[in-house]
C-alpha cells in the first residue's frame, strides 16, 4: 500500500487513517478524559431484583431434595450392613452344625475302623475291610478339619463384620 500525498498525508501518517482525537498515547487519553474532550459520553446503570424469591424457594426445594435422598441412601446402607452381619451370623451358626456332624462321622468311622480291626483279629474280616475302614476314617478326619477351617474362617468374617459394617 503506497502511503497517500498531498493535502490527506496529514489523515494518513505512514498509510494508516488516524482520526487526530485518538493521536497520542495513554497519558493523552487520560487527558482527553479528564478534560471532557470526547464527542460523546455515555453512563448507563443497571439494577436488579428478585421478584418473589422464586430462586432461593427453588434452591431450598433442591436442597430438600437432596438432604431426603442422602437419609434414604444412609437407610439402604443401614440395611445392607444389617442384612451383612446377619448372613455371616447364619454362617458362623451352619459352620458350627456342620463341625459337629463332620465329628459324628469322624468318631463313627473311628468306632467301626476299631471295630474291624478287632474282627480282624479275630478272623472274622478282611484285610481289604480294614483297609476299607482306615481310609474312612481318615477321609472323616480330613472332613473335620475341613469344617473346623470353616468354622473358623466365618466366625472371623463375623468379627470383621461387626467391626467394619459389611
Request: aromatic residues 8%; positive net charge; glycine residues 8%.
Amino acid at each position: 500500500m503506497v502511503p497517500p500525498t498531498g493535502p490527506l498525508a496529514s489523515f494518513f501518517p505512514g498509510g494508516v487513517f488516524v482520526p487526530p482525537i485518538l493521536n497520542g498515547g495513554y497519558g493523552q487519553s487520560l487527558s482527553d478524559l479528564g478534560g471532557f474532550n470526547q464527542p460523546v459520553w455515555t453512563v448507563s446503570a443497571n439494577f436488579t431484583y428478585p421478584l418473589g424469591m422464586m430462586a432461593s424457594r427453588a434452591a431450598y426445594a433442591q436442597q430438600q431434595i437432596s438432604v431426603e435422598q442422602s437419609r434414604a441412601t444412609l437407610k439402604a446402607l443401614e440395611l445392607t450392613v444389617s442384612t451383612d452381619v446377619t448372613n455371616a451370623g447364619l454362617a458362623v451358626q451352619n459352620a458350627f452344625l456342620q463341625l459337629q456332624a463332620s465329628r459324628k462321622t469322624r468318631e463313627a468311622s473311628d468306632k467301626t475302623a476299631a471295630a474291624t480291626q478287632t474282627r480282624f483279629d479275630a478272623g472274622l474280616s478282611t484285610n481289604f475291610e480294614v483297609a476299607t475302614a482306615l481310609n474312612n476314617l481318615t477321609n472323616a478326619r480330613l472332613n473335620e478339619l475341613t469344617s473346623i477351617i470353616r468354622y473358623v474362617n466365618a466366625i472371623a468374617e463375623f468379627e470383621r463384620k461387626k467391626k467394619v459394617g459389611g
